[in-house]
């Protein structure tokens, strides 16, 4: 079984950057047509997909975070990171890390579901 665990700090300052880390357990992130994606939900609204990792590196973000966001991997301790820069107030959420399961044509992604989730995070961006 898949296992995703979330770590980082709680609490981030305003205008610095949010960095996450997800460990990966029961499977590797570089095998074939799977991705690695960062979700998050803000307080009394739904869920928001970041973006995601490929098994081969690649990267791909919601347009209305894809300028402040960047996911990179450590294949060698399976784990992905998730980096948010010039945080405010808005990006308080409870932050998820889950596995996308997807076919890839070898030019379009088709997603097909997230079957693998972690617990989720809080994370507060206050002074």
């Known amino acids: 079984q898949v296992q995703l665990q979330e770590s980082g700090p709680g609490l981030v300052n305003p205008s610095q950057t949010l960095s996450l880390t997800c460990t990966v357990s029961?499977?590797?992130?570089?095998?074939?047509?799977?991705?690695w994606s960062w979700i998050r939900q803000p307080p009394g609204k739904g869920l928001e997909w970041m973006g995601v990792?490929?098994?081969?590196?690649?990267?791909y973000y919601s347009p209305s975070l894809r300028s402040r966001t960047s996911i990179s991997r450590d294949t060698s301790k399976n784990q992905f990171t998730l980096q948010l820069s010039s945080v405010t107030p808005e990006d308080t959420a409870v932050y998820y890390c889950?596995?996308?399961?997807?076919?890839?044509?070898?030019?379009?992604?088709?997603?097909?579901?997230?079957?693998?989730w972690g617990q989720g995070t809080q994370v507060t961006v206050s002074a």
């Open positions: 889950a596995r996308m399961v997807a076919y890839d044509s070898g030019r379009y992604v088709y997603p097909a579901e997230f079957d693998y």
């Open positions: 990792i490929t098994y081969s590196g690649s990267n």
């Open positions: 029961g499977g590797s992130i570089t095998t074939n047509n799977y991705y």
